[in-house]
């Protein structure tokens, strides 16, 4: 756990039904919910304006007071799990606070973030807003795969002290070192970013949930009853955790007043952009997301055919969803929903997809198609959707309210990625004020 230097230390008060708790008192009992067996097959994308009664949704108020609050249960007892509530407060501590960062073009801080009980590791988010704006700023917030200090090429930008995956760079024997420095500069881009207009803030996702089966670290253990030894079996697994995370930076950014708290956007990569839309879907603060090669249990459907399946991602990775979608893995269509759902429960906000045609695993084609049908949503609450009947060619994008993009290459996040992103966000946000003029 990173604990940071001279501390200026505030409290902020978190309502559970505003700042975007997970659950809320309109929503259905779970004992409500079939057992899995006695679920219908459906062969296609169930359509998320049809009741799980089979009642179709009459107008836009029984959509958020019945329909939405309905979806939400589904995901959280069927796949995702249900985590806590929202804590009630939280408590930050900034500090190595740099005025001059990027040759004086944007201010650098740190910031813990402290929820739950006492001994609740921390969330140590990176936050970096340009200098050259008056006024707040948009921001990307997101969660990287190395640590904060992969990012950028300085020395004080702390390491994460949690377990951290063998693949990144420096690290050794599951933990970081000083030799990750500064070694994923372009997966972020945050100089480009700034150059652009937008804050970023980050952090490394192993704060919440280190990415291994265990349930012995991270934040999940300390929400345990006595006795618990893993999460139950409707309870959060990590990718649920991970979402929950996120909501825990808006706490905080919400009360930034570098900050502009009507246009965060959420961004992620891979198993990051399943949680980053996630956060999104539950969590009305978050203006506009952006899941990037998110795949399946994110931005694919369940029932697709092509890439990554149920039953591989619940066997490679046990630890990302609940126990009950495992019992989906050789009957995906008995699932009451399916990824448009979930898109369709951030809506009226804007989505972009984000693809690569190497990337088949992610299934691209069938990421387009949960679009099309999210976007029946869209425009029966009276905006737009997806501006597109077909795939668009590589390398152009459909910039509509629902959004997609695909260029050549294959799973990786990068400059042109983040060029993509912030042509998107200056297209649903309007060009930040004090906007670079070249874009990169």
């Known amino acids: 756990m990173i604990r940071l230097p001279n501390p200026k230390t505030h409290l902020l008060l978190a309502c559970l039904a505003v700042l975007g708790a997970f659950t809320n008192g309109s929503e259905p009992a779970r004992g409500e919910f079939p057992e899995v067996a006695k679920l219908p097959a459906q062969a296609e994308m169930p359509d998320p304006l049809v009741m799980l009664d089979g009642q179709r949704v009459k107008d836009r108020q029984e959509w958020f007071d019945r329909r939405r609050p309905e979806l939400k249960a589904l995901f959280q007892h069927y796949m995702y799990g249900t985590p806590p509530p929202a804590p009630e407060k939280i408590q930050t501590a900034v500090a190595r606070v740099d005025p001059k960062y990027f040759g004086g073009k944007a201010t650098k801080k740190?910031?813990?973030?402290?929820?739950?009980?006492?001994?609740?590791?921390?969330?140590?988010?990176?936050?970096?807003?340009?200098?050259?704006?008056?006024?707040?700023?948009?921001?990307?917030?997101?969660?990287?795969?190395?640590?904060?200090?992969?990012?950028?090429?300085?020395?004080?930008?702390?390491?994460?002290?949690?377990?951290?995956?063998?693949?990144?760079?420096?690290?050794?024997?599951?933990?970081?070192?000083?030799?990750?420095?500064?070694?994923?500069?372009?997966?972020?881009?945050?100089?480009?970013t700034i150059d652009r207009g937008y804050a970023v803030a980050t952090f490394y996702y192993g704060d919440v949930v280190p990415d291994h089966p265990g349930f012995t670290d991270g934040i999940i253990p300390h929400y345990y009853k006595p006795g618990q030894k893993q999460p139950g079996r409707h309870e959060w697994?990590?990718?649920?955790?991970?979402?929950?995370?996120?909501?825990?930076?808006?706490?905080?950014?919400?009360?930034?007043?570098?900050?502009?708290?009507?246009?965060?956007?959420?961004?992620?990569?891979?198993?990051?952009?399943?949680?980053?839309?996630?956060?999104?879907?539950?969590?009305?603060?978050?203006?506009?997301?952006?899941?990037?090669?998110?795949?399946?249990?994110?931005?694919?459907?369940?029932?697709?055919?092509?890439?990554?399946?149920?039953?591989?991602?619940?066997?490679?990775?046990?630890?990302?969803?609940?126990?009950?979608?495992?019992?989906?893995?050789?009957?995906?269509?008995?699932?009451?929903?399916?990824q448009n759902a979930l898109v369709a429960l951030v809506a009226p906000r804007p989505v972009l997809f984000t693809n690569a045609v190497g990337d088949t695993w992610a299934n691209p084609a069938g990421q387009f198609e949960v679009l099309k049908s999210a976007d029946a949503v869209y425009r029966f609450l009276g905006v737009e959707g997806l501006e597109a009947s077909t795939m668009p060619e590589t390398?152009?994008?459909?910039?509509?309210?629902?959004?997609y993009h695909i260029r050549p290459g294959k799973h990786s996040m990068r400059p042109e990625d983040w060029a993509v992103f912030l042509d998107y966000a200056d297209k649903q946000f309007g060009q930040p004020t004090a906007a670079s003029s070249q874009k990169n």
């Not at 959420?266 to 998110?294: E, N």
């Open 110 to 192: 740190e910031v813990a973030i402290h929820f739950g009980p006492d001994s609740t590791p921390e969330i140590y988010l990176l936050v970096v807003v340009p200098n050259r704006s008056k006024t707040p700023a948009p921001v990307f917030l997101g969660m990287n795969f190395c640590g904060n200090h992969a990012l950028v090429n300085d020395p004080n930008v702390a390491i994460p002290t949690t377990w951290t995956r063998e693949t990144c760079p420096g690290c050794k024997d599951n933990r970081s070192t000083e030799e990750g420095r500064g070694k994923q500069v372009d997966v972020w881009s945050l100089e480009n």
């Open 237 to 338: 697994g990590a990718v649920a955790a991970w979402a929950w995370g996120l909501q825990r930076a808006v706490d905080y950014l919400v009360t930034d007043r570098a900050i502009d708290a009507k246009k965060i956007a959420v961004v992620g990569h891979s198993r990051l952009g399943k949680a980053a839309l996630v956060a999104a879907a539950f969590d009305k603060r978050i203006a506009l997301a952006i899941p990037h090669q998110a795949g399946c249990g994110g931005t694919a459907p369940s029932r697709g055919k092509v890439g990554e399946s149920v039953a591989r991602i619940n066997t490679a990775f046990p630890h990302w969803f609940n126990q009950e979608f495992k019992s989906f893995n050789d009957q995906p269509e008995r699932l009451p929903f399916d």
């Open 395 to 403: 390398n152009r994008l459909v910039a509509s309210r629902l959004g």
